[in-house]
């Protein structure tokens, strides 16, 4: 029973970096209408070039993530400026076919400049708390704690100040935004630097949680997939409960089925809920 | 390299691709469709073949079935088996937006895969299953590789007189519509999520047929063969070609097949430089895709012929 | 038979924190068979948004629309086309890569978009009587003489025709028009005007968002005033020409212009 509480516990640290790498994804999906593939990419440019000024150049932790989220905040909307906006007429089928196009390029130039091999942060080796038995990381009380302030900072930010309220108009109908005098190209502009931003803070994240190799990216966007279906496309607050109700059922898998199966549990999460509830948890129809 | 071996080499796998990037061309771009699971119709396909033509399983098989049927059976059971796929996978999203297809196309073959992978009942797992049976048709001196090339040849033609005869009916007409403007042709009574699906099944058989044909050439099914790999290059190879006919699918794909083909015949120094080079590789193919999107060049080169006429 | 024909009953429709359509208690109004209703109403008055609810592209918040009573809100866009009711768009329709005849043609339920009938080649054999009565259609609307031409040699109101014409070949039992005149030239409006009077007499449904009002309140037998996404009023074209309430919140500033 222990055991099923610790891979709960994990479970949670597992939820939380997830909410952190898909909230971005589903803002994006939000205010620019597709599914921007080459997010994923984001999480690997941040946490390798956090690698790269941690371990390479020699900085300390704090000044190489913030440079990193920084950098990959600025890149996401450069990308978004040069590439999706001109073809956004097209629709969101084309977009999310060239976010795949995004996608290859940059983790090409992630795997050329990096090469294989598996890497770690300079950082101090994980210190174990034990709470009733149940052990946790500093670094996955961490992830859960950025995850929560995160939730709250961004619902506090699209509740209370403008540019929060316009990207929620855009969001629900970009064309009465427009009627209704709000600036849509700054909140586009606004949209990517944050969901970029928190692209690079996942990154992070998982530069710390995790052994970086090149492919690690790529396996990021099926569990954000996941995530956002769940939570269904439309919602950012539903992203919070799915993503904990993921990673806790991925974890928890564990306990009754072999661990190769775990990646496969957000998959059938996604089916399930295509099947039976195709608006996702947030109760919004599929228009 | 041997340039005759080479062209048939480009020739089989340029006409076996040709076919799922036809498919792929019939859901997306005439059906408004974004399958990005394509490489699990192919897979069935090929393990269909692989599971009704093999013998039952002996010594260190792990695998539970093997039919020991006759080749054109296990060819068959192919493309009925990725037509039940794709209607597994089309049912859900049967009363949805395009993009929930994107995902759930992409999330199925992801299952797929690892359920090939981890059930070792169905296939040995990453092992796979080796020594695929091949027809035993021999026409006097003429070797494999040629009947291959002839077979994957005639598959591709079947493919495109199909779809041909479904493009220009009424409901090729109908599909045209639902691609341009969704909700006006709503409003003229199109079922777009009935014709949607209609096509999705339909353009799924041949893509089972192809992997058959697969199987039976490279007498191998492992999922290292099946990955989200094979349907990107046949996006990629969609894209090259111009999504607008169906020659530009075959050219596309004829094309890329025979840029794979070049890159795998170079010869590198060390395993680094390899490395990089095929990074790059990867980083080229994605640049061509975003450069034809984004400044739509296909949509260009047609705009200046239709002003130089 | 129930002489209200469709029933608006009580609907709201919220865009993220705008409300769209309906105030307190929803939206309401009623719309019997046979009746050419003029729906009118400054901008963002939630014209466009009412016929997209009623035609079954968005979905109400709360409320109802019943046609024939069937409840829409319950039913698919396209089942609600197939039973009878045709709608245009406010910014005007087209598919491009087909033909002119063909965008009309395709109004029509064809057998051939049977897959069944399509593979089996049986489709042939009815295809030249569509062709027929598409052409027909046409030629009413004033593009007779464009037919195999492509639909970007159509101006804006050559478009809005070509939607009219393609809802036309259906045969539609009521027919929602938004904004037909805009951008369409006087000798085709002339058509147009024409075209609604017949279908009127026909006992067609009709219900027309409309800018010019000169052009409405003259065919129109009956008209709904929206504002702010609610009921303003609703009379005859002469009784809401004297009303007050409109007057001052809308028609004053139109009959000066």
Known sequence: ??????YFVTGIATGSFLILATIGFSLTRQVEGFLNIAHAELLGVSAFMTWGLNVLAGWPLLPSATVAIAVTSVFGLVIARTVYDPIKKLGPAVLLITSVGVAYVIGGGVDAVIGTGIRTL????????????????????LVIALAALTGVSLALFLNKTNTGLAIRAVAANAELAASRGVDVRKTSRATWLISSGLAGLAGVMLAMIATLSTDIAFHQILKIL????????????????????????????????????????????????????PQGLSGRRAA | MNVEAFLVA??????????????????????????????????????????????????????????????????????????????????????????????????????????????????????????????????????????????????????????????????GRAMDAVRDDEMAAEAVGKDVARMRFEVFVISAVPIGFAGALYAMITTLVSPDLFTAEVTFFVWIALVLGGERTMLGAILGTIALVVFQEVVRGIPFETVRSAQIAASVEHMLTGAIFVIILRWQVFERISFARSQAE | MNSEFLIVDGVTKRFGGLQALGGDGGLSFTVPRGTFLGLIGPNGAGKSTTFNVISGVTKPDTGAVYLDGQNLSETRTPEIAAH???????????????????????????????????????????????????????????????????????SGGELRMLEVARQLVRDPKILLLDEPTAGVDPSLQGKLSEILARLHEDGTTLIVVEHNLHFLLRIADTVVVLQNGELLAQGSPQAIRSDEKVVAAYLGNDHAA
Request: hydrophobic share 50%.
């Open chain 2, 10 to 171: 480009v020739l089989t796998f340029g006409c076996l691709f040709s076919v799922l990037t036809l498919s792929l061309n019939l859901q997306y771009a005439r059906g408004g469709m974004i399958n990005f699971g394509t490489v699990a119709y192919f897979a069935v396909g090929a393990y269909a073949y692989a599971i009704v033509t093999q013998e039952p399983p002996s010594g260190l098989d792990q695998y539970l079935i093997g039919l020991n049927g006759p080749w054109w059976l296990g060819f068959l059971v192919a493309g009925v088996g990725a037509a039940c796929f794709a209607i597994l996978t089309g049912w859900p999203t049967l009363r949805l937006r395009g993009e929930y297809l994107a995902l759930t196309t992409f999330a199925f073959a992801e299952v797929l895969h690892s359920f090939l992978l981890n059930e070792r009942r169905i296939g040995n797992g990453s092992v796979g299953l080796a020594n695929v049976e091949r027809p035993g048709i021999s026409w006097a001196d003429v070797p494999d590789s040629y009947v291959f090339a002839v077979a994957a040849l005639l598959l591709m033609l079947v493919t495109i007189a199909v779809y041909r005869r479904i493009l220009a009916s009424p409901y």
């Open chain 1, 122 to 141: 300079d950082i101090p080796l994980a210190t174990t708390y034990k709470f009733y038995g149940i052990r946790v990381t500093n670094y996955q009380l």
């Open chain 1, 226 to 277: 996941a995530v956002a279906i769940l939570a269904g496309l439309g919602s950012l607050y539903s992203v919070i409960l799915s993503g904990l109700i993921v990673g806790i059922a991925m974890d928890v898998s564990v306990y009754w089925i072999p661990a190769g199966y775990r990646p496969l549990i957000a998959f059938a999460i996604v089916i399930i809920v295509l099947l039976f509830r």
């Open chain 3, 84 to 154: 009878g009711l045709g709608r245009t768009f406010q910014t005007p329709r087209a598919f491009p890569s087909l033909s002119i005849l063909e965008n009309v043609i395709v109004g029509a339920d064809s057998a051939g978009e049977r897959l069944g009938a399509v593979l089996s080649g049986r489709w042939r054999r009815d295809e030249p009587k569509l062709k027929e009565k598409a052409a027909a259609v046409l030629n009413r609307v004033g593009l007779g003489s464009r037919m195999t031409g492509s639909v970007a040699s159509l």
């Open chain 1, 1 to 6: 029973m222990s055991l099923l509480a610790q």
